[in-house]
């Protein structure tokens, strides 16, 4: 399991010569079991990524820890690595996470040989192309040489997923995946990750704004606003019986209830 234990997270800022404090994350806690989704929802601003960023040993919290299997996660050394190998990140940009200059396979061989020192050359290439099969990008060995300007978003974002499981990751904490890409692209984006998630039983933190793949991508919604969790609860009660008069809001300004229902046959089905 992976917990967060009253998060903390303020940032100094320097106004010519004024600082001040901006209290990004007050006092977030929440957990995450193998085999299921938290959706992190909340405008920009809301302080979610600086959580993900939290959560993926990105930022250092203020107060508060992250505890993963009972433990306190480590800051360094091997247990950080460890730690690494267990968590890992999705960005929002497909193409800015990705080096241009080097091939898929490159990106994918590089943290299989840091993780898995012990592979051999052809033990590294022949996962490199299972990871791309596992992600839907097949034939393996017509994307392995090409870079990621070659590529559509979605299948850069594929690759990012890739590479994310690439150490054995359990837990994905997925910032806004699907944000960039365009509404068809996401619903096939959405799936991979939860048949990814079913199949390895990984747990998943998707950090998002939209609350309508929130609702049927994930088993429980937890609601940001100006850094706390202002509602939680299983996706569908959230999303059917807000308690929030923020979270009402959200509701709101989401997609018309046709799309919120295609949306949900789409994801559903496979689509």
Known sequence: MLEAQ???KDFRL??????????AVKDVS????????????GESGSGKSTIARMMAKLETP???RVI??????ADRGRGLAQYRRDVQMVFQDPFGSLNPFHTIRHHL???????????SSSQVRNHAHELLERVQLTPASRFADRRPHELSGGQRQRVAIARALAPGARFIVADEPVSMLDVSIRLGVLNLLADLQREERLGVLYITHDLATARHFSDEILVMLRGEIVERGPSDRVILDPQHEYTKTLL???ADPENLGMLRDEVRNGG
């Open 30 to 41: 929440f957990s995450l079991e193998p085999g299921r989704t938290v959706a992190l929802v």
């Open 14 to 23: 320097r106004d010519g010569v004024r600082l001040s404090t901006l209290h």
């Open 68 to 73: 993963i299997d009972g433990k306190p996660s």
């Open 252 to 254: 709101d300004a989401a």
């Open 6 to 8: 009253h998060l903390v």
């Open 62 to 64: 203020s107060s508060g």
């Open 109 to 119: 061989e590089r943290p299989l040989r840091i993780h898995h020192p012990g592979w």
